[in-house]
């Protein structure tokens, strides 16, 4: 039996290289065939199909259908988004420094960064653009109204633009720069000796900038811990994120390794360099947006023991993109493999592959128990789920439709040109007089919104009338309905609290710019407020380090 057994694995191995070579030598005639196939219909179609076509239009589309068969960052990108990609991987591009958001058939210039083109042009929030370069900007979205405010630094382009309360439209000439997004917009220590850092981005150069920062509060403060803010994080570049993580590890600590379907593609990242602080106690900050290399070191600070993770659960992107050149200076940004942070758990949360079948989610009982260095468990459920979960920060209907519909914006803006300076970021607050004159304002501008409650009595009355039961629940339904308007009526007393934050930080961001932005959200933080508290209380965070999550 011994040698039936040898002699099989040794045919086994004889015939290994003959299917490898016939699988490959089918896989390149599979891929010959439909090149081909492509080739003749596009050739078919330009000579013969009755109306002009665009050739670069059409190959874009299909090439974009063929990919949204994957996952969501495998994308394509074209010669005119290049500087797109440099910024996400930079932190840099050429432009003019602004954000813009795009309100009806109007992009408009929502907030000008400091010491850039655009507020040196005397651009600020409100103003909307009318033309790039003589072209009509009406009915542009914000990306392609970003794609003309990009270019080469140095080059210039000409705005028109319409101010709100000037009559005539203004031409600004701007001189485009190198933009840098800064990765750590806002610092500061607490008067208890906490620190804190909000990290926006993983761009290069992000962890030499941390490990400045961290060693600055340190040199000029008795630090009692350190607060990582990731909160809306996106990721960027791994290195940068194993680099963060190594601050506060020992040499040689595995972080994230990556495995592909190919050996080259099985890489082990680990910390190359000596820790600054191997004892402060960190925390973490997350939410549901904090993805990719966020997710690394908050997900590595937690399978090492060395932090707490405090929030909501984050996103659950645990795929590796590489981008490649293609012909014509196009690009493809391709996933090549998967997260696995230290304790061997993956962070992706969707499996693309089987994205039809439930959604692609890990059904709860094939979910995997992992455990940290100290012995916790943790799981494979996508994403980082933190120590310490908080609830999210939900906003009333009333908030969300002033937020959403940019009345928040154009109140901030109209207060703006009022008046000329206010308190500090930290001091400035929504008196009576702002509110009853905000409160002027959009009924000024007849504002009005629908909430979920007054939808679904309208769709049970329709319902009610198509079944003939209307007669009978009429009374009912126009009580209840009259109640809610009722109700309604109050929201503005009711959830005034909201209201008022969004309008302060949104007021002190066009005299503050974004590090005001940031000072003024801090002050009604309740998550922010959470990690402070466990970092000053020693006892809590060493038995939540060492039991669990709470």
């Known amino acids: 039996m011994k040698r039936i057994y040898v002699f099989l694995f040794a045919i086994t191995l004889a015939l290994a290289p003959v299917i490898t070579t016939f699988t490959q030598n089918q896989n390149n005639f599979e891929i010959s065939k439909n090149l081909d196939i492509y080739n003749s219909l596009f050739r078919e179609l330009n000579l013969n199909y009755v109306d002009e076509i665009s050739p670069s239009q059409l190959n874009e589309t299909a090439i974009n259908a063929m990919l949204e068969k994957l996952d969501p960052y495998t994308v394509y990108i074209p010669e005119s988004q290049i500087e797109d990609m440099r910024l996400m991987t930079t932190g840099e591009y050429g432009g003019i420094g602004s954000l813009i958001q795009q309100i009806g058939e109007f992009v408009f210039i929502s907030e000008p960064y400091e010491g850039f083109p655009a507020q040196k042009a005397g651009l600020i929030p409100g103003d909307y653009i009318i033309e790039i370069n003589g072209l009509d900007a009406k009915g542009k979205s914000s990306s392609e109204i970003s794609e003309l405010l990009k270019g080469n630094p140095g080059s210039t382009v000409r705005l028109k633009i319409k101010r709100e309360g000037v009559d005539e439209p203004m031409v600004k000439d701007l001189i485009r720069e190198k933009i840098k997004i800064d990765n750590i917009p806002y610092h500061t220590v607490f008067e208890n000796g906490i620190g804190y850092l909000r990290l926006s981005g993983f761009t290069q150069k992000a962890a030499s900038e941390l490990k400045d920062v961290f060693v600055q509060m340190k040199e000029k403060h008795q630090l009692n811990g350190l607060i990582i803010d990731l ?39 680990r910390t190359r360099q000596a820790p600054l602080d191997l004892d402060i106690p960190l925390v973490i900050l997350v939410n549901e947006t904090s993805a990719s290399a966020s997710e690394i070191v908050a997900g590595a600070m937690q399978d090492l023991d060395r932090g707490l993770v405090v929030g909501q659960k984050t996103f659950g992107k645990g795929l590796v993109q590489n981008v490649v050149p293609l012909t014509y200076n196009t690009q493809l940004k391709i996933t090549v493999a998967k997260y696995y942070i230290p304790s061997g758990r993956c962070i992706q949360e969707i499996d693309y592959a089987h994205k039809d079948e439930n959604g692609g989610k890990t059904p709860d009982l094939l979910i995997s128990t992992f455990r940290t260095r100290k012995g916790r468990v943790v799981y494979d459920n996508g994403g980082i789920t933190p120590d310490v979960m908080l609830d999210p920060l939900e906003f009333s209907p009333v908030s969300a439709n002033l937020y959403a519909r ?12 009022k008046n000329p300076t206010i308190a500090p970021a930290e001091e400035f607050d929504i008196t009576e007089d702002i509110y009853s004159e905000f409160l002027a304002f959009i009924k000024e501008k007849d504002f009005s919104y629908t909430t979920e409650s007054e ?10 009338e198509e079944e003939s039961y209307l007669q009978a629940v009429k009374e009912h339904l126009e009580s209840l309905e009259n109640q809610l308007k009722s109700i309604k009526e109050n929201d503005f007393q009711t959830h005034r609290r909201e209201i008022e934050q969004l309008l302060r930080v949104e007021i002190v961001s066009r005299y503050y710019h974004q590090k005001g932005k940031i000072v003024s959200a801090m002050k009604d933080d309740p998550e922010l407020k959470e990690a402070i508290k466990l970092l000053s209380d020693k006892k809590t965070y060493m038995e939540t380090l060492e039991k669990g999550r709470i």
């Open 231 to 269: 909160r809306g994080n996106g990721g960027g570049l791994l290195n940068e994120a194993v680099d963060i993580a190594n601050l506060f590890v020992e040499r040689g600590e595995l972080i994230v390794s990556t495995r592909g379907k190919s050996p080259d593609r099985t890489t082990i990242h």
């Open 455 to 464: 939808k679904m009595i309208k769709e049970m009355i329709r319902i009610a």
């Open 406 to 417: 940019s009345y928040i914006f154009r109140f901030a803006n109209h207060f703006a040109r």
